[in-house]
């Protein structure tokens, strides 16, 4: 997660170095590095307003710093999926549709046998096959996250940016897509969340970046989910302890007075 090194440059998909960006003359990353490699697999934990939307899209290409600099390495494919609650559910498309989406840029009446067998196969995988004639609405919480994992995996990418991907799903489902995205992750494909679930998700995965506006700091998770780093990045004091070789969060003001 540091600007690479020149013996495994190679290896970097995207390096972010120094990049400042704002909106109007309000800041929202100040000096940020990071770099992402092939088979990375890095959580961006950090609270609301910490630049984590920001930072993807400068990764994905959507925003420019407006100071530093955001390398890409050259035909690097790159697919994001958004956090659910910003998706109109009632666009009218059903859940292969959207699927198709990824792949027909606009044309979707006009779609190939090819490319509608392989949406069907990337449902199937997701275990949501048999949902394809569905409107998007009618999913819940978990299905329409596999969706659109569904649509981000038919650009085939080598990168895969999701924004707060467990957002609205329940336990079972969180569990599941965390499988799901590490079997990607063995398969080859670099992966970069953002998320808030500091126990659900942030401490089972293997690299972490703490992000308040800049790095506040970046590795295992035991080396980010510390008391000292999470009162930087959060503004709250929190109990860390130990289960089962996982860190696990507790909010001191709840410990005080229970």
Same mark, same amino acid.
């Not at 048999?130 to 969706?147: F, K």
């Not at 130990?242 to 005080?256: F, Q």
């Given at each position: 997660?540091?600007?690479?090194? @020149? !013996? ?9 170095? *120094?990049?400042?960006? /704002? ?15 092939? !088979? ?8 609301? /307003?910490?630049?984590?939307?920001? %930072?993807?899209?400068?990764?994905? /290409? ?9 390398? !890409? ?28 989406? #990824? ?26 096959? *048999? %949902? #394809? ?9 978990? $299905? $329409? $996250? ?17 924004? @707060? ?15 799901? =995205? ?9 992966? %970069? ?13 293997? $690299? ?27 503004? #709250?004091?929190?109990?860390?302890? @130990?289960? =089962? ?14």
């Amino acid at each position: 997660m540091t600007v690479p090194r @020149e !013996r495994d440059a190679e290896d970097c998909l995207v390096a972010v170095q *120094g990049a400042s960006f /704002g909106y109007d003359a309000s800041p929202v990353l100040r000096e940020v590095s990071l770099s992402v490699r092939a !088979r990375d697999f890095i959580g961006v934990v950090g609270p609301s /307003g910490s630049g984590k939307t920001s %930072l993807l899209r400068l990764l994905l /290409g959507t925003a420019r710093p407006q100071r530093g600099t955001v390398s !890409r390495q050259p035909g690097l494919a790159v697919a994001y999926v958004p956090q659910l609650e910003t998706v109109n559910w009632n666009f009218p498309v059903t859940v292969g549709e959207c699927v198709l989406m #990824a792949r027909t840029e606009r044309r979707l009446p006009w779609s190939s046998r090819s490319e509608r067998v392989e949406v069907s196969s990337v449902l199937d995988r997701l275990g949501i096959g *048999g %949902l #394809a004639g569905r409107h998007i609405r009618e999913l819940s919480g978990g $299905q $329409q $996250q596999r969706m659109f994992i569904a649509r981000a995996l038919l650009r085939r990418p080598q990168l895969l940016l999701m924004d @707060e991907p467990t957002t609205g799903v329940d336990i079972a489902s969180r569990h599941d897509m965390l499988h799901l =995205l590490a079997d990607l992750n063995a398969e080859g494909m670099a992966i %970069l969340l953002t998320t808030h679930d500091l126990n659900g998700v942030a401490a089972h995965l293997p $690299q972490l970046v703490a992000l308040q506006r800049t790095v506040v700091a970046a590795g295992p998770p035991q080396d980010v989910i510390t008391p000292s780093v999470l009162e930087r990045t959060f503004g #709250a004091p929190m109990e860390v302890l @130990e289960h =089962l070789g996982i860190p696990v969060v507790l909010d001191r003001s709840w410990t005080a007075s229970s």
